[in-house]
C-alpha cells in the first residue's frame, strides 16, 4: 500500500486533489459527505461538489494548501443524511504521490469531538456579519445558548444559557406555540416566524427568526441554531453600554474555551486546530498564522483568512533572520505593526516586501511569541486586524497569557511525543520475530502496551526453533508498565532463550531462570508459562511459573483451559524446582497463550475471562480462521475488559504435514514422554 493510499484509510471523509482543486481519489465517506457514488465524484472540482454556499470557502481552503504548502484548516458543511446538514472542521495540506511523484492536496475532516465549540465560530462570524444574532438549542437537554452575533441582539438575552421554560416565559403567550414549533427537530431549514419578546430593560421587541438543524461534525450531536432579526428598529438609549457588557462576556467566555481548549491539546496537530480555529475569532482579527521553529526554520500553518503573499514570505524562514517574526520568537517580546512607516523604520531591509504596502491601510498585525525570554524559542502566532484597529493594552496581556499556556502545552506535547518515541524503538527492539514456514504449525502474536503511562510494558513471548527441531514458545509478564519492566522482560527473555539451547525441557528451563535472576537480585518478579511442542506428532511439555492458564481450541468451536503445572513467579524464591507435563495437540487444534490483561480486569474474573477468551478461539477455529486472525479475535477481548494492563497474546495452530521425503530425518526427542490429552 502507498502512502496515498494510507491517507485514505481513515474513518472520516478524506480526498487527494490536484493542486487545481479536482479529486484525484477519496475513501467511501468522503463520497458519502459529498451525497454521491465515489466514481461520480472523480475528476469533479471539490468545492462544485458542495452547497453553493461553502464553494468559495472550500476553494480557498485547498488554494492556500497548494499555494502555500502548509496546513490550512477551515469550517465547512456538507450534506447530512436526515437533511440536516453535517459542521465539519477541515484540514488541507500538501502530500506528494509516490508513484507519479505529483503534488496533491490532501483534504480530510478532523475529529471536533473534544473541542465542538470550534465548530461554530464560522456561524458566529457570518450572523454578527450580518447584523445578526444567534442562539443553539439542544433537545435533549432543553437549554438555549445565545452564541453572539449583533451587540443589540446580544443585549436582549441577559443569559448566555438558559432553560426553554424561562426564554418562553419572555414571549408573548399568543406567539408560543409558533415559537415552540421552531424547535422541533422536523424541518432542516424553517422558514422566518414573528414573534414578540420581552426584554428586562425595554420592553416588548419584534423579532424574527429563522432555525436550521445542524450536526457538528461527523458523530456528533445535532443541534437546532436560531438567526434573529430585530424589527422593533426601536432605539435604545443603553443600546451602547450593554454592546459593550455582552461583548466583554463573549470575549470572557471564548477567553475560557480557548484556555481549556490549549491545556487539555494532546498534539500539535490538536494544538494547530485550537488556535487557528479560535485566534482571530477571539481577538478580532482578520485571520491568524502559528508559526512554530522547527529545525531553526519557521513551520507556518494559517486559518486560510490570511493573504498568500504574506504567508509565503513566511514559511521557511530562518530564525536567525532579522525579520520581525522571527525576532519576537528570539527575543520573547511581542511586537505591533500598525503601519508600514513603522516597519520599514524597524527593519529597513524588508522595505522590498510588496505585501507591506498594505500595512497601514488595509491591515495592521501583531506578533506574540510561544514563551518567554530565555527559554528555547517555539514560535508565535501572529493577528492580522482590519485597517485602523489597534489592539488595546488589556487585549495585548490576554493575548500574551494565552501564547504562554500554548508555548507550556506545545513543551508538554513534545515532551511526551519524545518519550513516547523512545519508548515505542525500546519496545520494538524487545518484542521477537517469530519464526516463519513452521513445518506443520502456524505461529502468531500480538501485543498492545498499557493506556496509561509511558507506550511500553513488561509482557512478552517468544518462539523459536531448538537444537532438536521442536519449537519453544513462551509468553510471561515482568512486573510493572515502564521501561524498567521493559528491561527486566529483556533480561528474562534473553536468559530463557541462552538457557533452553542447552536444556529446552521447560521445567528446567524455569529453574535455570528463577536462580539466574534470585542470584542477580532483579528487583521485578516475573510469571511466565513455556511449551515444548513437536509439530510432527503434536507433543506439547509445558510448564508454568505462576502464569495464566493455557487455553485450547478445537474446530468443532469447543475449547478447554490447560493449567499447566509449575511453581511460583520467577525471580523470588530461590531452589524453586519447577513441574511439567507433557500432553497432545491434535491437528487443526491451536494452544492460546494469554497475559492476565486479555482475561482479567476490574470487571471480569480470570474464569469469565478465560471462559470468554475460549469461546472466541474455538469459534475462530470453527470458521476456519487461521492462527493471526485468531490472535486479532482474541485481541479484540482486550478491549472488553477494560483492564490499564499490557496484553498479549501467542497462538499456535497444529496444521497437517505433508509426507516427508524419503531420507529425511523426523523432528522430535527420542526419549518416551509422559502425555496428556487436552
Known amino acids: 500500500m502507498d502512502a496515498t493510499d494510507e491517507l485514505l484509510r481513515s474513518a472520516d471523509p478524506s480526498a487527494l486533489l490536484t493542486l487545481e482543486g479536482a479529486i484525484r481519489s477519496l475513501n467511501p465517506a468522503m463520497a458519502a459527505a459529498l451525497g454521491r457514488p465515489a466514481e461520480q465524484c472523480l475528476g469533479r472540482g471539490f468545492g462544485d461538489l458542495l452547497p453553493a454556499s461553502q464553494r468559495m470557502s472550500a476553494e480557498s481552503l485547498v488554494a492556500h494548501a497548494a499555494g502555500t504548502k502548509m496546513v490550512a484548516m477551515r469550517v465547512l458543511e456538507f450534506p447530512g443524511p436526515g437533511g440536516a446538514p453535517i459542521a465539519s472542521l477541515l484540514e488541507a495540506r500538501q502530500a506528494k504521490d509516490p508513484a507519479s511523484g505529483e503534488q496533491l492536496v490532501w483534504v480530510h475532516a478532523l475529529d471536533a469531538r473534544n473541542d465542538v465549540t470550534s465548530l461554530l465560530i464560522p456561524f458566529r462570524l457570518a450572523t454578527e456579519a450580518a447584523n445578526l444574532g444567534l442562539w443553539m438549542y439542544s433537545p435533549q437537554g432543553h437549554q438555549l445558548e445565545w452564541l453572539g452575533g449583533a451587540p443589540a441582539l446580544v443585549a436582549l438575552y441577559p443569559d448566555l444559557t438558559a432553560p426553554l421554560s424561562r426564554v418562553m416565559s419572555a414571549v408573548h403567550p399568543d406567539d408560543r406555540e409558533a415559537f415552540g414549533q421552531l424547535l422541533r427537530p422536523a424541518p432542516a431549514q424553517s422558514a422566518w416566524v414573528r414573534y414578540r419578546y420581552l426584554t428586562p430593560h425595554d420592553g416588548w ?68 486546530q485550537v488556535v487557528l480555529t479560535r485566534l482571530a475569532a477571539t481577538f478580532g482579527g482578520t485571520g491568524a498564522l502559528l508559526a512554530l521553529v522547527d529545525e531553526g526554520r519557521l513551520r507556518v500553518s494559517t486559518d486560510a483568512r490570511v493573504a498568500m503573499g504574506d504567508v509565503e514570505s513566511l514559511h521557511g524562514l530562518p530564525l536567525d533572520r532579522p525579520s520581525p517574526l522571527p525576532e519576537a520568537i528570539r527575543a520573547g517580546k511581542p511586537q505591533f505593526i500598525p503601519d508600514r512607516e513603522d516597519y520599514i523604520r524597524r527593519w529597513p531591509h524588508g522595505a522590498g516586501f510588496p505585501h507591506l504596502a498594505r500595512l497601514g491601510s488595509d491591515y495592521t498585525t501583531s506578533i506574540t511569541p510561544l514563551g518567554e525570554p530565555g527559554n528555547q524559542p517555539l514560535g508565535a502566532w501572529m493577528v492580522f486586524y482590519g485597517s485602523g484597529h489597534q489592539p488595546s493594552l488589556d487585549e495585548r496581556t490576554l493575548m500574551g497569557t494565552l501564547a504562554d499556556l500554548a508555548g507550556q502545552a506545545l513543551r508538554r506535547i513534545r515532551s511526551q511525543q519524545a518519550r513516547v518515541e523512545l519508548a515505542t524503538a525500546l519496545q520494538q527492539t524487545m518484542l521477537p520475530t517469530l519464526p516463519e514456514h513452521l513445518a506443520g504449525l502456524e505461529v502468531a502474536a500480538r501485543y498492545t502496551p498499557s493506556r496509561a503511562g509511558l507506550d511500553i510494558g513488561g509482557d512478552w513471548y517468544d518462539a523459536f526453533v531448538l537444537p532438536d527441531g ?154 476456519g480462521l487461521d492462527a493471526e486472525e485468531t490472535a486479532d479475535r482474541i485481541l479484540d477481548t482486550a478491549v472488553a475488559v477494560d483492564h490499564a494492563d499490557d496484553v498479549a497474546v501467542l497462538v499456535i495452530r497444529r496444521t497437517r504435514l505433508r509426507p516427508r521425503p524419503h531420507g529425511v530425518p523426523s523432528i522430535g526427542r527420542s526419549r518416551r514422554r509422559r502425555w496428556h490429552r487436552l
Open 470 to 623: 521442536a519449537v519453544a514458545l513462551e509468553i510471561g509478564d515482568a512486573q510493572g508498565h515502564d521501561v524498567n519492566a521493559a528491561a527486566a522482560m529483556g533480561q528474562v527473555r534473553a536468559s530463557m532463550r541462552a538457557i533452553a539451547a542447552h536444556e529446552p525441557d521447560p521445567a528446567t528451563v524455569l529453574m535455570r531462570t528463577n536462580e539466574l535472576l534470585v542470584t542477580m537480585g532483579v528487583a521485578r518478579f516475573a510469571s511466565c508459562t513455556m511449551l515444548h511442542l513437536d509439530p510432527r506428532d503434536g507433543q506439547v511439555t509445558g510448564a508454568s511459573a505462576g502464569h495464566v492458564p493455557v487455553l485450547c481450541a478445537r474446530t468443532d468451536g469447543s475449547h478447554s483451559i490447560h493449567e499447566l503445572p509449575g511453581g511460583p513467579v520467577l525471580g523470588v524464591v530461590p531452589g524453586t524446582e519447577y513441574r511439567e507435563e507433557t500432553f497432545t495437540l491434535d491437528e487443526d487444534s491451536a494452544l492460546v497463550m494469554v497475559t492476565d490483561g486479555v482475561v482479567e480486569g476490574p470487571g471480569l474474573t480470570l474464569d469469565a475471562g478465560l471462559e470468554r477468551a475460549g469461546t472466541l478461539a474455538g469459534a475462530a477455529l470453527h470458521d
Open 205 to 272: 421587541h419584534q423579532l424574527t427568526v429563522q432555525t436550521r438543524r445542524i450536526q457538528l461534525g461527523y458523530g456528533g450531536p445535532e443541534r437546532i441554531f436560531g438567526v434573529v432579526r430585530d424589527e422593533t428598529k426601536k432605539a435604545k438609549l443603553k443600546e451602547k453600554a450593554q454592546a459593550a457588557l455582552a461583548a466583554e462576556r463573549q470575549r470572557a467566555k471564548d477567553t475560557a474555551d480557548f484556555s481549556s481548549a490549549l491545556i487539555t491539546a494532546a498534539t500539535e496537530q490538536e494544538l494547530q
